[in-house]
């Protein structure tokens, strides 16, 4: 069962900006935090950013901060904005999402979260 899609991947260069989207199915009741992971090639899955259930807390790797913006628009909807993209931003991004948890809390670790999405390739070139 698919409880997460995301959508806005695709090419871009050196510099530019993507934005992602992530739909949350109608089959999660509640949605706590959300977040984003990334798996570049032949390397493991590492987190990128995270929200709380209020939108307050947020928490972003140290290779995106400055560049990455993540927000949501309500409690089940999360958006990742991506400017001033690197070659090395190159990667399949996954959407995730916790079904229970701290109101506050924008969580970091892949276990905090239950639901995930397929993945959506962004590759940037020079």
């Known amino acids: 069962q698919v409880y997460l899609v995301e959508s806005g991947g695709g090419l871009a260069q050196a510099g530019d900006s993507l934005r992602l989207s992530c739909f949350a199915s109608e089959r999660i009741d509640d949605i706590f935090a959300m977040g984003w992971f990334r798996q570049a090639p032949g390397k493991e899955q590492e987190f990128v950013a995270s929200?709380?259930?209020?939108?307050?807390?947020t928490s972003y790797a140290d290779s995106v901060k400055e560049r990455f913006t993540i927000s949501r628009d309500n409690a089940k909807n999360s958006f990742l904005q991506m400017n001033n993209l690197r070659l090395e931003d190159t990667a399949v991004y996954y959407c995730?999402?916790?079904?229970?948890?701290?109101?506050?809390?924008?969580?970091?670790?892949?276990?905090?979260?239950?639901?995930w999405g397929q993945g959506i390739q962004v590759t940037v070139s020079s």
């Open positions: 995730a999402a916790q079904g229970e948890g701290i109101k506050f809390h924008a969580p970091r670790r892949r276990s905090d979260f239950g639901f």
């Open positions: 929200i709380s259930l209020d939108g307050h807390a």
